[in-house]
């Protein structure tokens, strides 16, 4: 990074972090219809900061939902082009009586922001914002092209983003894709996320009797389609955790034994894990794969809820007409979840008892993600990291799935960039959330050197 | 049945169809708080009847609940005592637009009174009231000694009759009890029903990790309650309906031949059973057992419902920390509650998958109750059937419970006899509750004659 770039960044922390405050404290609930005037006042915010640092053709794009913002600064013929995703919305705050301040109202406390959003993603989305700022401010203009998409909607599905996506690929045109909305696996490790698992979910609807019966009346002759459910759900995985449905492992990418020896040397403590996160008597799992490798490389089967029958308090005595059941399988890559869905469908049809209809719904699929670190433009971000850190970046995956990755790598086919500046404690969702603002200003040089390491890559 | 009895119903017809009529316009719903004023004017109108048709002692008796009605006539000394019970509260008539005249304005069709409570279980009980108003009128005197006891919570539990009957088992001593509240197995079939069905319910609850977790984060490390109490349910029972607990079957009594080849003998089309009543693909069921056995007197399992984890609209990626499952077993004679209830916890012990910790709490246990046909008091209740019907009276079981069947046996040592006059097509608990006129005519004679036999039976 040039002296000029790090000092436009000294000089103006004091600015950048007031800036963040300000954003911070517009409550920006996705999901509550009361908040849309906020959600307009966010979204506002994010253009007009845009403006400021520089970006051209800064616009707000109305959506079905909460609208999108694009901004782009593409003066640098024949350099790359990297595509800086975001989102200005963030999670309901309940409960209130357990935050220590008031979630919208920004406050510092040991080195930390606290406020709804100050992670998750508002302060990881400003990094990109400020980057942007530093360079055109100090040099006049930035090392590659950068575009900017953020949304309002991540925490509530994300559907216009994923619509606009697919709907602009030329406008979007870029050749990687930039994301800070993760984690970094321990304080002061510089990391990049490198692997994310797919997701094939499903609801199944199991109907037996024409109307609710009374068991006493009927338990021996009647259907029971929960307890249809049940014996199908039970046989879809082994009690040692292995999955039964023909060919569903067939295509499974195992990590490669350098990957598995990095995560080795991750600073990760099974003990600590299940006593500070998980809380269990014990952790689970299938035999033989190190907990890591099961959380990030390995597919498993979740059942999430069932409906049907009686849910109250006490006994009631019947045997429902109709169940259902979420039913969601993790992916790994080379797993599609097309053919995991048809294999799956079969095999629940196969294993449907006499007496009831099962019927499959799909509610949502995602293909798993895997980035080879070893791609330059994502040598360009370890470098940054590295050097901003000052130690050796770690590769990590995460277990869950981010939808919009699979979006860009479908729809714009490039790497995505997962540079996440969060920390496991940031308490995302919850009440207390918080920012370690150290990262926030590292986060800004990260990102800069990250674009100048860009320009002089290789593709 | 004398001819002065006979004389007296037959001149006295009309006057107790009106009767009939005037308490099934009192809305004496016993789960809404809003008609306790009709549950008092109800419980008022049985003492006044038992009164005027001469009974003794009548008392309204307060409880924590709706009140109790007692009354009896005792001046038969060396003959048997008969406990009559019955109840005065009736189902909600929800919903209402379904009724083709007003729930509570009682109306004929084609010799069908409808009115909600007219077959469950005014119209039923009223018959004994009558039985005991021609005899006492036309003779001065009843065959036997007499004893009523008659609740209004039956259709909410009959907590106060249970334990009014367990506090007073000398006042309510007697020699058998006699009940109105079943049905004949088909219009014109002359039915003693002698065998009910037990039950153990239980509620499982499975606890996991310490909070709900995301099953992208924690798939395949943490343990899941509901995947948990999904194997253990279905291990509980083989998929052709054996329940699999150690020791489940060793004390279950088969129906004997006889009985058997009396329930082949009933007018029962197992088709129009599936199509009608029941609704689904196919019946299901341990093979080698016939329907009515399957319903009647084989043990059975079956999940009520299940709580925890997501159960709303769409996709939520949990793992619950907590989920529970309702699941019951009905008994057949000889097993003992208590010791399968005790199997049961052992067995599901045994099947709690690591990681999770499982709680097993006991809803209600009911034992089963089967009565001998050739019981002397039965054999009278028989004879009367048969006489007042012209038909042969067949013997059937039901497959639920009768909470206070089972009390009076333990409470009182005594066989009850189940003596119903409703028809299958009765629609209890539903719109349009009707019962049929000439039952409830052909009821009082049948009860009166019950009682003229009582008095010569040897015990």
Known sequence: MSTQVSAYIDSNKDRFLEELKTFLKIPSVSTLPEHKPDIEQASEFVAAKLR??????????????????????????GKPTVLCYGHYDVQPPDPLEEWVTPPFEPSIRNDNLYARGSSDDKGQMYIHVKAAEALLRAHGALPVNVKFLIEGEEEVGGLAVDKYVKQNAEKLRC??????????????????????????????????????????????????????????????????????????????????????????????????FLQKEVGSPCLVGEEGFEVLERLWARPTLEVHGLVGGFQGEGAKTVIPAKASAKVSMRLVPRQDPQKILAAFEKQVEQLTPPGLRVQVKMLSTAEAVLMSPTHPYLQAAVESLTGTFRKPTVFIRAGGSIPIVARFQDSLGVPVVLMGFGLPDDRLHSPNEKFYLPNFFDGIRAVTQFWENLAEAEP
Chains 1, 2 share one sequence.
């Not at 696996?185 to 094939?200: E, K, M, N, S, Y």
Request: glycine share 8%.
């Open 52 to 77: 400021a640092a520089g970006m051209e053709k800064v616009e707000r794009i109305p959506t079905a939902g909460h609208p999108l913002i694009y901004g782009e600064w593409v003066a640098a013929p």
């Open 175 to 272: 050749d990687v894709a930039l994301i800070s909305d993760t984690e970094m696996f321990a304080p002061d490790l510089p990391t990049l996320c490198i692997g994310l698992r797919g997701l094939v979910y499903t609801e199944l609807i199991a109907t037996g009797a024409a109307q609710d019966l009374h068991s006493g009346m009927y338990g021996g002759a009647a259907p029971n389609p929960l307890m249809g459910l049940i014996r199908i759900i039970s046989r879809l995985q082994t009690p040692d955790y292995r999955i039964q449905i023909p060919g569903f492992y067939d295509n499974v990418e195992p990590p490669t034994p350098e990957e598995k020896a990095s995560w080795a040397r991750l600073p990760f403590d099974e003990k600590e």
